[in-house]
């Protein structure tokens, strides 16, 4: 995140937008097999939104911020984690 805002003041300049995406545990194929049922649950638990995140959540954000709809925001962080984090 730091990195992120630092980086955005360097280069805000030459019109260069940084943003920063910040999901919780993406859940796939690999990270299925490789973690128990208890461990998955307790990653969701807590979440306003209580289900897995899949890779495709991840889209529509990432989606804004390479569109021109997102040309005037640069050193921000978007949250994309089901309401775990709410600032």
Same mark, same amino acid.
């Given at each position: 995140?730091? /990195?992120?805002?630092?980086?955005?003041?360097?280069?805000?300049? /030459?019109?260069?937008?940084?943003?920063?995406?910040?999901?919780?545990?993406?859940?796939?194929?690999?990270?299925?097999?490789?973690?128990?049922?208890?461990?998955?649950?307790?990653r969701i638990a807590?979440?306003?939104?209580?289900?897995?995140? /899949?890779?495709?959540?991840?889209?529509?954000?990432?989606? /804004?911020?390479?569109?021109?709809?997102?040309?005037?925001?640069?050193?921000?962080?978007?949250?994309?984690?089901?309401?775990?984090?709410?600032?």
């Amino acid at each position: 995140i730091g /990195f992120t805002r630092a980086l955005a003041r360097e280069v805000g300049e /030459f019109c260069i937008t940084v943003n920063a995406v910040t999901p919780v545990m993406t859940q796939s194929e690999t990270q299925v097999q490789s973690s128990s049922g208890n461990y998955l649950a307790m990653r969701i638990a807590g979440r306003a939104i209580e289900r897995a995140q /899949f890779p495709e959540d991840l889209v529509g954000a990432v989606m /804004f911020l390479a569109s021109p709809a997102s040309d005037f925001m640069t050193g921000q962080t978007i949250n994309v984690d089901g309401g775990k984090t709410m600032h």
